[in-house]
């Protein structure tokens, strides 16, 4: 988004609306979630913590 199109403003509504609008879904993602859901959601923040933790290319080693 270029922000030199949208003034202060209207920068801060479109933040305010969008953070309305991620707010508002939680009860619509709780309600829904599935136990496959959280384990995917589980492996995907696994894998960034060990990337994260371990920055290097581990097939380097093998």
């Given at each position: 988004?270029?922000?030199e199109?949208?003034?202060?403003?209207?920068?801060?509504?479109?933040?305010?609306?969008?953070?309305a609008?991620?707010?508002?879904?939680?009860?619509?993602?709780?309600?829904?979630?599935?136990?496959?859901?959280?384990?995917?959601?589980?492996?995907?923040?696994?894998v960034?913590?060990?990337?994260?933790?371990?920055?290097?290319?581990?097939?380097?080693?093998?």
């Amino acid at each position: 988004m270029n922000t030199e199109v949208l003034d202060k403003s209207t920068l801060k509504e479109i933040f305010e609306m969008r953070l309305a609008l991620e707010i508002g879904m939680v009860d619509f993602v709780i309600e829904r979630v599935k136990p496959e859901d959280i384990a995917e959601l589980r492996a995907i923040v696994s894998v960034k913590i060990y990337q994260k933790i371990l920055p290097i290319d581990i097939n380097y080693y093998r």
